[in-house]
Antibody, heavy 118, light 107 residues
C-alpha cells in the first residue's frame, strides 16, 4: 500500500520561502507524476503543480512564478518550494500521486498545515 | 482556465435518502471528471474517475454520470459514513481544477 507523508516547517515568515518534502513509502516513486495540492482553512482545493520522476514539471499558472519542485528518486522523495509567501499562502498542503492515467489523484498524504505569519 | 461549479453548496439529507450533486464545467472536458469525498481533518478520497468509473473499494451506492460540461454524483442510499464534503475535479491541458465543494449534512 502506497503511503505519502509531508514534512516541513509549520510556520513561515512573510516574504520567505515555504519548503515541504513528501516521502513515498510502500512503492517506488518511479514512473508516476506527483503533485502538490493545497487547501486554505474552510475552503476548496487548489492544484499547485506536479513533477515526474525524470524531473519534468507542470505548474499552476497562477503560482508558476513562485513555485519550484524537485525529485530525489534515491530517497523516494519529492519537494515543493514556494517563494515570497504571504498570509494568503496559509493552508494545508497535500502531496498526492496521479494514477496511471495521469488525470486523477489516487493516493494522498495526510496533509500538513503551513501558517504564514511573523 | 476551466471553471468548475458545484451545486448545491450544502445539502441536508437523511440516512437512506437518494442524493445527487451536480458539477458543471465552463467548457467541455469530455469525460475527464473525478469525484472525491473529504471528511474533516482528512485528505480527499477518490470515489469516481473518468466521470463514471468507480474506484476500487468504493461502495456501489456511489455512481457518476455525465460528459462534456455537466456531471452528477449520485449516492443511491445515504449512509452515516457518507456525511462529508464532496469535490469534483477536472483535468484539461496540464491544469487540474476542483469545484468549490458540496457539504452533505445530516437533516
Amino acid at each position: 500500500q502506497v503511503q505519502l507523508q509531508e514534512s516541513g516547517p509549520g510556520l513561515v515568515k512573510p516574504s520567505e520561502t515555504l519548503s515541504l518534502t513528501c516521502t513515498v513509502s510502500g512503492g517506488s516513486i518511479s514512473s508516476y507524476y506527483w503533485s502538490w495540492i493545497r487547501q486554505p482553512a474552510g475552503k476548496g482545493l487548489e492544484w499547485i503543480g506536479r513533477i515526474y520522476t525524470s524531473g519534468s514539471t507542470n505548474y499552476n499558472p497562477s503560482l508558476k512564478s513562485r513555485v519550484t519542485m524537485s525529485v530525489d528518486t534515491s530517497k523516494n522523495q519529492f519537494s515543493l518550494k514556494l517563494s515570497s509567501v504571504t498570509a494568503a499562502d496559509t493552508a494545508v498542503y497535500y502531496c498526492a500521486r496521479e494514477d496511471s492515467s495521469g488525470k486523477v489523484f489516487d493516493y494522498w498524504g495526510q496533509g500538513t498545515l503551513v501558517t504564514v505569519s511573523s | 482556465d476551466i471553471q468548475m461549479t458545484q451545486s448545491p453548496s450544502t445539502l441536508s439529507a437523511s440516512v437512506g435518502d437518494r442524493v445527487t450533486i451536480t458539477c458543471r464545467a465552463s467548457q467541455s472536458i469530455s469525460s475527464w471528471l473525478a469525484w472525491y469525498q473529504q471528511k474533516p481533518g482528512k485528505a480527499p478520497k477518490l470515489l469516481i474517475y473518468k466521470a463514471s468509473s468507480l474506484e476500487s473499494g468504493v461502495p456501489s451506492r456511489f455512481s457518476g454520470s455525465g460528459s462534456g460540461t455537466e456531471f452528477t454524483l449520485t449516492i443511491s442510499s445515504l449512509q452515516p459514513d457518507d456525511f462529508a464534503t464532496y469535490y469534483c475535479q477536472q483535468y484539461n491541458s496540464y491544469l487540474w481544477t476542483f469545484g468549490q465543494g458540496t457539504k452533505v449534512e445530516i437533516k
